[in-house]
């Protein structure tokens, strides 16, 4: 399957401040990519679909202002999460798919806003 | 997107257990995985099912696509601390992005 890596992998910011997270599909073309936010101990949320070329789709409650998504080129997506606050703390994570395999996860970034 | 029905939600047993999870969908699919996830790690792909019936093994795991193609178990034979870590489920229909999750199993092995 596809190989994606997600940097960084841990990251601390002030609160106020963005923070970029980038996804890299090393081995394959990707036209759609995936972010999902997780809660501890809880289940991955999908927050938007980032399209190659185009806009990001985002989920119900997801605000698109505050998490901006750029999908520039086949091989790279960015989450940028503005103006973070505390409770914008996180683990996210980035995922491509393929026809065969379904979803290929980046390791994730664990955001934590002070 | 929206959720399968994956049970247990946790499960504490003791190595060399064998453990049982599964998963169930009022909708149809035409593929379903199951995922494990590390602490602060993504999930990783552990086994992927494409046909109504099919089972199948990877090393102590065990899959299997449900009949009725609404279901999906999971089981793991001879358990080991390293098995420690959270199962999810995966359903997927005939669209590559329509991906759905279940809530997760968290498995716990004692030593």
């Known amino acids: 399957g596809a190989v994606v890596s997600q940097h960084p992998s841990r990251v601390i910011c002030k609160s106020g401040t963005s923070v970029k997270i980038e996804c890299r599909s090393l081995?394959?073309?990707?036209?759609?990519m995936f972010w999902y936010r997780q809660f501890p101990k809880q289940s991955l949320m999908l927050m938007a679909t980032s399209n190659e070329g185009s806009k990001a789709t985002y989920e119900q409650g997801v605000e698109k202002d505050k998490f901006l998504i750029n999908h520039a080129s086949l091989t790279l997506s960015t989450l940028t999460v503005t103006s973070a606050h505390p409770e914008d703390s996180s683990f996210y994570i980035c995922s491509v798919t393929e026809a065969y395999y379904g979803y290929t996860f980046g390791s994730g970034t664990r955001l934590t806003v002070v | 997107g929206q959720q399968l029905n994956q049970s247990p939600q946790s499960m504490f047993i003791q190595e060399g257990e064998d453990v049982s999870m599964n998963c169930t969908s009022s909708?149809?699919?035409?593929?379903w995985l199951w995922y494990k996830q590390d602490p602060g790690e993504g999930p990783v792909l552990l086994i992927a099912l494409y046909k109504a019936g099919e089972l199948t093994s990877n090393g102590r795991l065990t899959a299997q696509f449900g009949i009725t193609r609404k279901d999906s178990f999971l089981n793991i034979s001879a358990s080991i601390p390293s098995d420690v870590g959270i199962y999810f489920c995966a359903g997927r229909s005939g669209n590559n992005n329509d991906m759905r999750f279940g809530a997760g199993t968290r498995l716990t092995v004692k030593p």
């Open positions: 909708s149809i699919f035409n593929t």
């Open positions: 081995d394959f073309q990707a036209t759609t």
